[in-house]
């Protein structure tokens, strides 16, 4: 488990790039055999990924100061490898690519497997401190909420599929789904917006070896930006914009935690009014 420490907007403006990546991006993610997670102190969201070979254990520790992992949390998982399983407290779920879990606080048993260990799984990781136990729902993309956005002349025609959310499943906070670009379309989230209730975890992925996406973040008079490859996720503060653009269309997948669960809302900022 690596520790990641909140960073107040005033600091992120001397940052370089160096320590921008040190703060914000999540590398190495998809290690077959491995399982790798970040605990940000930010809304205390857990961003993670797992690649099973042999079978890997969910487990508590210090960080969490829990027993087991989900003693007073939720998870959500949304496989983009080939087909996996998850068995929760002894029931074992199949997730082939693209289908999505959602498990309840309380669970104490939650292991990772691949079908075939020589292509195994890619299960992305969301998990955020939780309140009350939900139940476990299985999620595959026809089950998820769609909605498109954008349009050809602004290069941003997209889906954004719905799949931990209130319209789809119950969660205490958490809120997990994935947006796809449509060909010959590269922006995403713009023009931009803050939401000072929620924090977000981008995952970029479907993109080719030499492919890139500028991730836009900072203030909105004080933008940076952190240059992401393939299946690399980015940390977005509350007071953060959250937008990127690819050298070609992408993919990425979206997690919420915070105050409310109201996709809608937020505070839209101009073009005008970056800089």
Same mark, same amino acid.
């Given at each position: 488990m690596e520790i990641r420490y909140g960073v107040s907007p005033s600091d992120a403006k001397a940052y370089d790039t160096e320590v921008l990546r040190k703060n914000?991006?999540?590398?190495?993610?998809?290690?077959?055999? /491995?399982? /790798? @997670?970040?605990?940000s102190h930010i809304d205390r969201i857990i961003a993670g990924s797992a690649s099973p070979v042999e079978a890997l254990r969910l487990e508590g520790g210090k960080e969490l100061g829990a027993e087991y992992f989900l003693e007073r949390r939720e998870l959500g998982i949304i496989n983009i490898g080939a087909k996996g399983y998850v068995t929760v407290d002894g029931k074992k779920v199949e997730l082939n690519p693209r289908d999505g879990l959602y498990i309840g606080k309380g669970v104490k048993e939650v292991v990772f497997e691949s079908e075939d260990p020589a292509n195994p799984a890619k299960l992305y990781l969301n998990s955020a401190p939780a309140h009350k136990a939900y139940p476990m729902? %299985?999620?595959? =993309? %026809? /089950?998820? &909420?769609? &909605?498109?956005?954008?349009?050809? !002349?602004?290069?941003? /025609?997209?889906?954004?599929?719905?799949?931990?959310?209130?319209?789809?499943? !119950?969660?205490?906070? +958490? +809120? @997990?789904?994935?947006?796809?670009? !449509?060909? &010959? &379309?590269v922006w995403n989230t713009m023009p931009?917006?803050?939401?000072?209730?929620?924090m977000e975890v981008y995952l970029y992925f479907d993109m080719k070896?030499?492919?890139?996406?500028?991730?836009?973040?900072?203030?909105? %008079?004080?933008?940076?930006? =952190? =240059? @992401? %490859?393939?299946?690399?996720?980015v940390i977005s503060p509350s007071?953060? =914009?959250?937008?990127g653009v690819g050298t070609e269309n992408y993919t990425f997948i979206w997690g919420m935690v915070g105050e409310n669960q109201v996709f809608t809302d937020m505070d839209h900022i101009q073009n005008s009014e970056l800089r």
């Open positions: 914000f991006l999540i590398d190495d993610l998809f290690v077959p055999g /491995k399982l /790798k @997670m970040v605990y729902v %299985k999620i595959d =993309i %026809k /089950k998820a &909420n769609p &909605n498109q956005l954008g349009s050809l !002349e602004q290069s941003n /025609k997209r889906t954004i599929y719905q799949y931990i959310h209130p319209s789809v499943c !119950e969660t205490c906070q +958490l +809120l @997990m789904g994935m947006t796809v670009l !449509e060909p &010959n &379309n931009c917006h803050t939401h000072d209730r929620r070896e030499d492919a890139r996406v500028f991730h836009m973040m900072g203030e909105a %008079k004080e933008t940076r930006h =952190i =240059i @992401m %490859k393939n299946e690399q996720a007071w953060s =914009i959250h937008s």
